[in-house]
């Protein structure tokens, strides 16, 4: 039967990176995991809580397309808490994931041949979403003396959209306010649609993330429950939007997904009184953190971008190679620790670039570190 050009979106490599480190433990290896972009800690205590209750009283059907009323408040709030913004709970929409809220997001904002600006390195799936709508992405090849983040000078004259990430995957690196609002300023000006992506905060290790609501209100803001809540497979995330597109993105929900999972609405909504939880989890990426940051240097691997936050470590490995997934597949190899090549992220410049989660158990990344070490006083 035919295929449409549309859907020959490409693969994700690390998904390769992740097949291999399967198959090396598989024949009996003991791999770190260091390619892995989620945490290794369950839904939060008080999230299975409420899910268990609500089992026992409720069939959990559909619920309205833009989320449980309680959730889109509970939400609202944490905007309050987190950012002193004062946020109507109407302009809220929950997700499935923040990888649904992509979907409506574009949609809402993009027609079929508009071409949409966002920097490299950055989440590979953007780019593959929107040429899968039809949309051609724009890479903007992101400079390190800008932390790895777009400035308004590298936006092109012909585009419809700007999409930004902070703390940035798989850079880490954050906006500033100022940087933020310069940017938010450009895609006013010409009218774009803005779109920012702020999966990682919560996971910051000294300053605090800026969210673009805290500047104004002309932006299609996106997070979820699956980074700093710790919920990567319940599927559960939210989006902002302006108050007058909350009726069209209300008719591309009802539609395309009629409702996030009711199960996973209800487990978020536990999630969001978790803190003492959830900032314990945040402790142990600290302490990761530093302990990537002492490492990764002595082990070679020194040319690193700013970890402001999320749980990456970007790496520039132009020195040691031109061909970075023949590198992660020697680490893999030889050390026994799994890592990312930068291709998924920028498709131009990623075979010099890895990527380092330390995500997991803080005695993992000891060992992993101590592995790379090794394997690099070897080489
Ligand atoms: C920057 C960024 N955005 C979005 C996502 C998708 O997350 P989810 O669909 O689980 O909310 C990820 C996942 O790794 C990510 O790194």
């Known amino acids: 039967m035919r295929l449409s050009n549309r859907g020959q979106v490409d693969a994700f490599i690390v ?8 198959a090396a433990e598989a024949a009996g290896r003991h791999i770190i995991h260091m390619e892995v972009g989620q945490p290794s800690t369950p839904a939060p205590a008080a999230a299975r809580k409420a899910l268990a209750a609500a089992l026992e009283r409720d069939s959990l059907g559909y619920t309205v397309a833009l989320g449980l009323p309680a959730l889109r408040q509970g939400i609202a709030d944490l905007y309050a808490r987190w950012y002193g913004v004062d946020l109507d709970p109407a302009r809220v929409v929950v997700t499935p994931g923040s990888s649904g809220a992509f979907l409506l997001a574009f949609s809402a904002l993009f027609d079929a041949g508009d071409r949409v600006a966002l920097g490299a390195p950055g989440y590979p799936s953007y780019r593959q979403i929107l040429r899968a709508m039809s949309v051609n992405p724009v890479d903007l090849l992101t400079r390190p003396e ?12 012909d585009v419809q959209g700007l999409i930004v990430a902070s703390p940035g995957n798989p850079s880490g690196t954050m906006l500033g306010k100022p940087e933020l609002a310069a940017l938010m300023e450009a895609a006013a000006e010409r009218g774009l649609g803005f779109v920012s992506d702020e999966i990682y905060h919560g996971l910051h290790y000294e300053a605090r993330a800026i969210s673009a609501l805290e500047i104004g209100n002309e932006a299609y803001v996106i997070n979820s429950f699956s980074k700093y809540f710790s919920m990567t497979g319940w599927r559960v995330g939210w989006m902002v939007v302006p108050e007058d597109h909350v009726r069209t993105v209300e008719r591309l929900a009802q539609n395309m997904f009629i409702c996030p999972p009711h199960a996973s609405q209800v487990a978020a909504l536990g999630a969001l009184e978790a803190t003492d939880e959830l900032e314990a989890n945040r402790a142990v990426y600290a302490k990761n953190r530093q302990l990537m940051l002492e490492g990764l240097p002595k082990a070679g691997f020194d040319k690193i971008a700013p970890p402001d936050g999320a749980f990456y470590i970007y790496a520039d490995v132009s020195e040691l190679t031109q061909d970075s997934r023949a590198l992660a597949g020697e680490i893999l190899e030889k050390a026994g620790v799994a890592v990312t090549p930068g291709l998924d992220f920028d498709p131009a410049r990623g075979h010099t670039t890895l990527r380092f989660s330390y995500a997991r158990a803080t005695a993992d990344i000891e060992e992993g570190l101590a592995r790379l070490a090794a394997f690099m006083a070897a080489r």
């Open 15 to 22: 998904m390769d990176v992740m097949e291999a480190a399967r």
């Open 146 to 157: 800008n932390r790895y983040q777009p400035v308004p000078a590298d936006i092109p004259a």
